[in-house]
């Protein structure tokens, strides 16, 4: 080795040519060694991974055999389906809408005195509804807070 190979080594910090080799080899193994760690690392995520992503698919799987009807989730009584109108007040007052129609293709429809007045088709005289579930208190049944449609689900009796 030369003078001035000696000389570059010296200034980066080896003693000798052999030194730099020794911490050469070193600096190898502790790379080698990582490298073994994080292929290590990755196959363990991998594998998590792998994993999760099983348990997604068979729940993924059950929420749709659940969702359209292939699986059901729970065994429950029969139930009728009801189309209502409801009148919030503090409290609830509830109509029930003949099976034959839809509210949302009335003309129009309001709750006032706790009675559902639905004018079904323009130019026809209005109808009125007594609540099936009606709010206790009387004074309070002028105006409703809000008047909205939904459902109301009943569990049907068996009959022996």
Known sequence: MSTAE??????????SWQH???????????GRACVEKLRSTIMVKEELLKLT???????????NE??????????????????IVAAKYVLYSKFTIPDDRD???AHAYWVKWDKLHVIWSEGQEKEEYEPYDAADQMESWKRPDS???GYYVDEVEECD
């Open 20 to 30: 730099f080799e020794e911490t050469w080899d070193r600096v190898e193994a502790s």
């Open 66 to 83: 659940i969702r359209f009807g292939l699986k059901d989730y729970v065994a429950k009584p029969p139930e009728r389906k009801y189309k």
């Open 147 to 149: 008047v909205f449609p």
């Open 53 to 63: 992503t099983e348990k997604f698919k068979e729940q993924l799987k059950e929420e």
């Open 6 to 15: 000696n000389s570059e080594l010296t200034k980066r910090g080896f003693k």
């Open 103 to 105: 509210i949302e293709d």
